[in-house]
């Protein structure tokens, strides 16, 4: 029988203490902080998010209609999709949603952008490497296809390797009105568009048999707007807006570092029968799309 590399490991593997560790090094948070943080499968997105986004509109502005495989299409969403949801209370319960994250298939696997920028040594020790660094005569595309075979047949890396990019609901990225009272875009879903727009390009390419030459800086793009849907405004080379401020991110969605690690906290103390806060929800719902799971105290 043939193993699928994409396939969720065993619950023993997913609870390694390095494994843990390394998750909350790729998150930035304290690594006594008493959460079990664990990566997210290909096939657990799947699950969670089974339908995809192929196109990076959200409305049809002759229709006012949400385009059809977009980002607001209720039926890649669910049917309680809106664009102009109202944001949650911060500690009144959330009330069941007909909404589900959607994802984006990559056209070419990453390696998880949070694991090499802020848990490289970690994740190359699972590998037997001293570094995930380019060395010898590779082209950066070559280097990190063999940094994707290594470490999907790996016992603890399957799960870094970046195959299926969860989408937010739309409930938590809304479309805003404009000084002219037109609907417009957001920071969040500007991402998501720059992000399918480059993963079509790349599957274009691919289709059409090119090159590495001509692959190589597509894919250090997607990366980069990969890791900048993470984490833009906490890296030191943030994109600004016209106005210079800095675009947000996932992570600010939740309030920054800080709120991420008390989140995780509560979120790891959280009983599992009781309904989750606004606050609570968010959090959970972004650290699915950051490509993690919260699964318990470490001492549990």
């Known amino acids: 029988m043939t193993v699928d590399p994409t396939s969720a490991t065993t619950a023993e593997t997913r609870s390694s203490p390095a494994l843990v560790r390394l998750c909350q090094l790729a998150l930035r948070l304290p690594v006594a902080s008493g959460a ?134 739309p409930e938590l990225r809304p479309l805003q009105r404009d000084d002219e009272d037109r609907w417009a875009t957001t920071p969040l879903n500007r991402w998501y568009q720059r992000i399918i727009t480059r993963n079509a390009r790349i599957e274009r390419l691919i289709e059409s048999h090119a090159e590495d030459a001509q692959l190589e800086p597509e894919y250090g793009e997607l990366a980069s707007l990969v890791h900048r849907l993470y984490e833009n405004d906490e890296m030191l080379d943030g994109e600004r807006d016209m106005d210079g401020r800095l675009l947000p991110s996932l992570r600010s969605l939740c309030g920054g570092t800080a709120e991420l690690h008390r989140a995780a906290l509560d979120l790891a103390r959280h009983p599992a029968e009781t309904p989750l806060s606004g606050r609570l929800h968010i959090a959970e719902v972004v650290m699915f799309t950051l490509g993690f799971e919260v699964r318990g105290t470490v001492e549990g």
């Open 36 to 169: 079990s943080v664990g990566p997210v499968s290909a096939e657990r997105v799947r699950q969670r998010a089974p339908n995809t986004v192929t196109k990076p509109e959200t409305l049809d502005f002759r229709t006012m209609l949400p385009e059809r495989g977009g980002l607001f299409d209720p039926r890649v969403f669910g049917a309680g999709t809106v664009i102009d949801a109202p944001p949650l209370e911060p500690d009144a319960p959330v009330k069941p949603r007909k909404t589900a994250c959607a994802r984006v298939s990559l056209a070419i696997p990453l390696v998880h952008p949070l694991v090499r920028e802020h848990a490289r040594a970690e994740a190359a020790a699972l590998i037997g490497l001293d570094t995930l660094a380019l060395g010898g005569r590779r082209s950066q595309l070559e280097h990190e296809r063999a940094l994707v075979r290594a470490l999907a047949a790996s016992k603890l890396g399957a799960d870094l390797v970046l195959r299926e990019l969860p989408v937010l609901p």
